[in-house]
């Protein structure tokens, strides 16, 4: 199992402080309202997520079922890929709510964005942060490929 940290009102230092805390709570709280939102009419299983950018903003998604289900867009992929599309590239920290590990596929597309990620998963008494590169520690991402100027070029 993946290294991970409790963190609870008890003990509100997680390397960040009180400030990362209240953005991590924040952070579940938007989840939450999101999972609101969530349409799953085949699995009644939707979920919510948060993400929260390295500018400190928190952008949401939620699930989308549709009946070609492999169509279908998790939570966490539709909170990361909104905030994409504001301009972000770069993350902090993303809570799905409720919890379930993310998927290979996500897990990549996390990746995609920065392996240092923090997951954060609601448990009694606060919540538990879980790194992406714990969950992928062979991960395939942006630093694997060359880029060459000449391949960027269109002819």
Do not use: W
């Not at 199992?1 to 805390?21: A, F």
């Not at 504001?86 to 379930?100: E, L, M, Q, Y």
């Amino acid at each position: 199992m993946p290294e991970s940290r409790l963190d609870s009102d008890k003990s509100p230092d997680n390397g960040g402080g009180k400030n990362l805390d209240r953005a991590y709570r924040a952070l579940i709280e938007a989840a939450s309202e999101a999972a609101l939102h969530a349409y799953a009419p085949y699995t009644n299983k939707g979920q919510g997520a948060a993400v929260l950018t390295e500018s400190g903003e928190i952008v949401c998604g939620t699930t989308v079922e549709i009946a070609s289900y492999s169509a279908s867009v998790s939570a966490d992929i539709a909170a990361i890929s909104q905030a994409v599309a504001r301009g972000h590239r770069r993350f902090k920290a993303i809570a799905v709510v409720p919890f379930s590990p993310p998927s290979g596929n996500a897990r990549q597309f996390m990746a995609e964005f920065g392996i240092h990620l923090e997951l954060l998963q609601v448990v009694e008494g606060g919540y538990r942060v879980l790194a992406l590169s714990d969950l992928l520690p062979h991960h395939f991402g942006p630093d694997n490929i060359e880029l060459e100027q000449s391949s960027r070029q269109v002819e």
